[in-house]
């Protein structure tokens, strides 16, 4: 998009005008300039300004990846009303609590060659300490050793590390060695405290959360990072959150890609809430995108968002589409229709119907060709069967 100054851009909004001078010049935004993009009604406005980063970065590149989700436990501690997918501790025998055995298993029914990544994820379980996930990691590696391991939010290390009784460095360390690759960013929700006490009040703080990704970035593990929203944040503590993560990326630079997520209220406590709408997506994607200028990746999950408004978000900012994703449980448990995967064949679809052009990537953002060693192109999605395995 060659661009050269405010007017090309077709702005409605006169108070985008300093924003978009800022953009072209390549300038960092500020908290008002964050605010001035998450209040405006010129969401085509917004939208201009974060594709214009978008390619800038990118170009028409939007990356995927074959990937598989795993959930040990769905038993949890923590009882957020923002959750769906918890068995609260006291009705522990109406959740899944896998064994190792049982976990590299669940895995197996979708795992060959073609995926490169299990992203493991569940409950905060007070038995399962550091010793099961090194013998889970060292499992999975031994059935799996091309795939990459990316495990364990910043408040799962953080509540394993008490449940435990080491220190974080230990927990961090120990699990690297045996075979942590790289961790997700959930449980980050919304920073600010007013909003945790009424969504997560059980759950590892906004201030701690950035301690232990600070720590996971200086043992030399790259992570995510995320930002729930549209439940009872507002528009400022949005850019707040933003705020946050781009101080910390300039500090350790181990952030490589932001994903913006949805709530789903669907059997929670928050239930009468309703569920995003596309405006608010897309705006928010952009707005992350434009205020991120350090972390060079931006996903549109398609999981939470539907396919068909992640595709435009990939004019909003986005240059990831996610991957393949078989058996999400998270969001389906919210509500979601999505989650039992998607073939490799339909993502690339999804992509060039959007006029970008489709790129395979391995977790860490290397372009994959052919994928990881296999023959395959698509994963299967029998992971909606693994459903019967909660009981």
């Not at 406005?45 to 990937?67: F, P």
């Amino acid at each position: 998009m060659a661009l050269n100054n405010p007017t090309d851009l077709r702005l409605r909004d006169p108070g985008l005008a300093r924003v978009a001078e800022m953009v072209l010049a390549g300038e960092r935004l500020d908290r008002a300039e964050g605010i001035a993009l998450a209040t405006t009604d010129d969401l085509l406005g917004v939208g201009r300004l974060a594709n214009l980063v978008r390619e800038r970065l990118h170009g028409d590149r939007t990356y995927y990846n074959v990937n598989r989700h795993l959930n040990p436990t769905n038993v949890c501690v923590a009882s957020c009303k923002l959750c769906a997918f918890y068995v609260p501790w006291r009705d522990r025998e109406k959740g899944w609590t896998y064994t190792v055995e049982q976990a590299v298993e669940v895995a197996a029914r979708d795992v060959d060659e073609t995926v490169s990544e299990l992203h493991i994820v569940g409950g905060l379980h007070p038995t399962l300490r550091v010793e099961y996930y090194e013998e889970l990691f060292r499992a999975l590696k031994t059935r799996f050793p091309w795939i990459h391991l990316k495990a364990l939010t910043m408040v799962e290390l953080d509540f394993i590390a008490t449940a435990s009784r080491i220190e974080l460095g230990e927990l961090v360390a120990r699990l690297r060695r045996a075979g942590l690759d790289s961790c997700p960013g959930g449980g980050a929700e919304i920073f600010a405290e007013r909003v945790r006490a009424q969504i997560c009040d059980h759950k590892t703080d906004g201030r701690r959360w950035l301690d232990i990704a600070r720590a996971v970035h200086a043992a030399g593990l790259h992570s995510n990072c995320t930002m729930l929203y549209g439940h009872v944040e507002t528009p400022e503590e949005r850019v707040d959150h933003l705020l946050a993560l781009r101080e910390l990326q300039d500090e350790t630079g181990g952030f490589q890609c932001m994903i913006p997520l949805a709530f789903h209220p669907e059997n929670t406590e928050l239930d009468h809430l309703p569920p995003t709408g596309g405006r608010l997506d897309l705006q928010t994607i952009a707005t992350s995108r434009l205020i991120l200028d350090n972390v060079p990746h931006l996903k549109a999950y398609w999981i939470m968002l539907g396919e068909k408004v992640a595709q435009i978000a990939l004019s909003f900012g986005a240059n990831d589409l996610d991957g393949t994703v078989v058996d999400e449980r998270i969001t389906r448990a919210a509500g979601g229709t999505a989650g039992v995967g998607l073939p490799r064949q339909r993502l690339e679809r999804l992509i060039r119907e959007a006029g970008r052009t489709p790129v395979l990537r391995d977790t860490l953002y290397r372009p994959l060709d052919p994928p990881v060693a296999g023959a395959g192109t698509s994963v299967g999605v029998g992971g909606e069967a693994c459903s019967a395995a909660a009981s």
